[in-house]
């Protein structure tokens, strides 16, 4: 059964920094594409990033580039986010997902979240 | 980038068909075939059940089914039931090979 897990969430001063975990497990995790979504608090889902399965191609939303690095450990079956410089607007639930590439990139598993609130 | 352009809200009866739009820009949703639809529940993680305009992955209905002309994809549910209350996300694959959701929409049976 495929299992996504995400850790590392909580609060957050603005200005700071926090690292998100995903523990992938049921599949062939180094032979996937894998990404990060989130979705603010009420809001819509928001694509943050996504990354290859050897970690040499990683693309990223406009907006979060520079401040966010999407990340793996292929033998610890591990994806990883990098927060920077947090937001009040980066107050979010961050999912983890796996892609199923058909020549794009869809996400047919994700994890149950994990939530960043960013404040003072 | 802007965010595709979904309708906030649709409602439908149980056993009617409702369509949610997804309109987007030449440079994402009309330049493709490529886009898909998810569903999420209240307090639950998404889940996909259309890609490719409209394949299913296994396990999901035949009751959702997925369209796509010039730059508006829909997805239509046909014979709705009380479990299909949940919002929906259209997303596409752009031109800068990033990703893009819709706004989403909330589907209410009545």
């Known amino acids: 059964e495929v299992q996504l897990v995400e850790s590392g969430g909580g609060l957050v001063q603005p200005g700071g920094s926090l690292r998100l975990s995903c523990a992938a497990s049921g599949f062939t995790f180094s032979s996937y594409w894998m990404t990060w979504v989130r979705q603010a608090p009420g809001k819509g889902l928001e694509w943050v990033a996504n990354i290859n399965q050897d970690g040499s191609q990683r693309y990223y939303v406009g907006s979060l580039k520079g401040r966010f690095t999407i990340s793996r450990d292929n033998p610890v079956n591990s994806l990883y986010l990098r927060m920077n410089s947090l937001r009040a607007e980066d107050t979010a639930v961050y999912f983890c997902a796996r892609v199923f590439w058909t020549g794009y990139p869809n996400f047919d598993y994700w994890g149950q979240g994990s939530l960043v609130t960013v404040s003072s | 980038q802007s965010a595709l352009t979904q309708p906030a809200s649709v409602s439908g009866s149980p056993g009617q068909s409702i369509t949610i739009s997804c309109t987007g820009t030449s440079s994402d949703l009309g330049g493709y075939e490529y886009f898909s639809w998810y569903q999420q529940s209240p307090a639950k993680a998404p889940k996909l059940i259309i890609y490719?305009?409209?394949n299913r992955p296994s396990g999901i209905s035949n009751r959702f089914s997925g369209s796509k002309s010039g730059n508006t994809a829909s997805l239509t549910i046909s014979g709705l039931q009380a479990e299909d209350e949940a919002d929906y996300y259209c997303?596409?694959?752009?031109?800068?090979?990033?990703?893009?959701f819709g706004g989403g929409t909330k589907l209410t049976v009545l």
């Open positions: 997303s596409s694959y752009t031109s800068r090979s990033t990703v893009i």
């Open positions: 490719e305009v409209t």
